[in-house]
């Protein structure tokens, strides 16, 4: 009896690993479309310093309440790690380790990072002794591309452990392999991207990324709703 308990174990936790994946994909994809919109929007244009500054000061709120939507997005981004780790780890325990290792230093990093938000708000709303508003105004500007240069990093560490997390797919059974293949090609490029604007850092590579990150997002909200399906049909 003993020796059937871990296999038992197996059985009733990898459905609902399957479940909480899906609605994670689902829900990882919803709340970085509002982190997109609700901050990222406004404070990618350094260029135009002035207009992120008057923005910020005259949207307090908003800020504040898409910074603690920022940190449910790394929550989201953790439990959905840790449930493929689990769908995963049959396949090749150390590559879905490997994968889970990336996705927590991905995570672990962007809350780091997230601490210049609230640094670049104190300078919005905080008077600085000695300092005019232009000058806090570049101030701003430079705390704002250390953030951008920052979740760079995060991007990297996330796209390598979703290449290791699909490449687990393309093995497994979960997911037909057409699509297994197509995140897996889709993620090692976006990873490739994310290493060449760390060098580069031009306007053209971030364009790219743009575009097929919105690919890589239809990718999630399929794989999302397939885990879902398959889920509800071994109910």
């Not at 603690?68 to 689990?86: E, R």
């Not at 059974?173 to 604007?197: C, D, E, R, W």
């Not at 790219?208 to 109910?235: A, D, E, T, Y």
Request: glycine content about 6%; hydrophobic content about 60%.
């Amino acid at each position: 009896m003993n020796a059937n308990a871990p296999e038992i174990n197996e059985d009733r936790i990898l459905p609902q690993a399957v479940k909480m994946a899906g609605w994670m994909f689902l829900l990882f994809i919803v709340l970085s479309v509002l982190h997109y919109t609700v901050i990222e929007l406004h404070l990618i244009d350094t260029d135009h310093i002035e207009e992120v500054f008057s923005f910020m000061k005259s949207h307090d709120l908003l800020f504040h309440a898409g910074i603690a939507l920022d940190l449910c997005l790394f929550i989201c981004g953790i439990t959905l790690s840790v449930a493929l780790y689990t769908m995963l780890k049959s396949q090749n325990k150390s590559l879905a380790l490997l994968a889970l290792i990336c996705m927590v230093v991905e995570s672990v990093l962007a809350v780091v990072i997230e601490l210049s938000s609230y640094a670049a708000l104190l300078l919005v709303n905080e008077s600085l002794a000695g300092f005019d508003t232009e000058q806090v105004q570049v101030l701003l500007g430079l705390v704002l591309n250390i953030r951008a240069a920052g979740y760079g990093i995060v991007i990297l560490f996330f796209n390598l452990g979703f290449v290791l997390f699909f490449y687990l797919f393309l093995k497994s059974a979960y997911i037909p392999k057409l699509l297994a293949m197509a995140g897996l090609v889709l993620f090692a490029f976006m990873l490739s991207l994310t290493f060449l604007q760390i060098i580069v850092a031009h306007k053209s590579v971030e364009s790219i990324g743009q575009n097929v990150s919105i690919l890589v997002m239809l990718l999630q909200i399929v794989v999302g709703v397939w885990l879902l399906v398959i889920s509800g049909s071994r109910n």
